[in-house]
């Protein structure tokens, strides 16, 4: 196949088409998320709701691919949309067995669960997604998206996200909007001491919260690393603790 026919309108967005595993896994390292259809043809129902979707979804790139050899190297034995993202090396399949069973609405809604960033913005749908990553411990920004100083405390605080890759996910929350009023006082915190960063560790839900003045690098590097060594000497107390009474 050499082309994917979504349509006749000059607006329409199409996938990439991926032909072999070289352009596939190029295409993967080249977005922070990436989310990739993989069909044994493109004429099946799934693959027709597949471009449905991708017309509804457009801040995500998307590929799509029938080659047997790319399919074979990311073992791919049923019709699969896969999503890639960098923040934490993960890789989310949603296998599609009954293609009765799915649709464009069901496969946007996989895409936006799943589409964690350097800096995920939560709401409803991103929430799901981070709690079911293997980073269990986020750093939330409380701070009004409308302000004039937003894009440089983004660009601080998706500097930080960089570096802390693998340990942390970092979220943008919001405060204008009003359904994070409730994340926002579950951190006791209020409007007033917003932009505040907060430290969630989702095993035990313990959380600390830090006000601050302005966004910065340094700050946000400091309250991370502070927050992690109390977790490891914690941890390392339990351990020892656990060790010492299973030898009495």
């Known amino acids: 196949m050499g082309q994917i026919d979504a349509g006749t309108s000059e ?13 596939t896994e190029a295409f993967i390292k080249a977005a922070e998320v990436v989310a990739i259809g993989f069909f044994q043809h493109s ?24 080659s047997s050899d790319v399919l074979a190297h990311y ?14 090396n993960k890789r989310q399949d949603l296998e599609i067995r009954d293609s009765k069973e799915i649709d464009a609405t069901k496969l946007g809604r996989f895409v936006r669960i799943n589409e964690l960033r350097w800096v995920t913005e939560y709401n409803p749908l991103t929430a799901v997604g981070l709690f079911n990553s293997t980073v269990q ?11 004039s100083n937003h894009t440089e405390r983004m660009d601080k605080y998706r500097e ?11 979220i943008l929350v919001d405060s204008q909007a009003k359904d994070n009023n409730r994340v926002m006082s579950y951190f006791h915190l209020k409007k007033s001491q917003l932009p505040a960063v907060a ?11 830090l006000p601050l003045g302005e966004v910065s690098l340094e700050a946000v590097k400091d309250f991370c690393n502070s927050f992690l060594q109390r977790k490891q000497a914690k ?5 020892e603790d656990k060790v010492f009474k299973e030898e009495l």
Not at 43 to 66: I, K
Not at 78 to 84: E, I
Not at 138 to 145: A, E, G, N, R
């Open 199 to 209: 430290l969630y560790h989702s095993p035990d839900e313990e959380q600390e919260a």
């Open 43 to 66: 004429d099946l129902t799934e693959a027709s709701e597949f471009l449905t979707m991708v017309q509804n979804v457009q801040d995500v790139p998307f590929g799509f691919c029938t």
């Open 235 to 239: 941890d390392s107390l339990k351990l």
């Open 160 to 170: 930080a996200a960089q570096l802390f890759q693998g340990k942390i996910l970092f």
């Open 137 to 147: 411990t986020h750093l939330l920004l409380f701070t009004d998206k409308s302000s």
């Open 11 to 23: 607006d329409v967005k199409e996938p990439v088409f991926l032909e072999d595993v070289g352009t």
């Open 75 to 88: 073992n791919i034995t049923v019709s699969t949309v896969s999503l890639f993202r960098v923040v934490d």
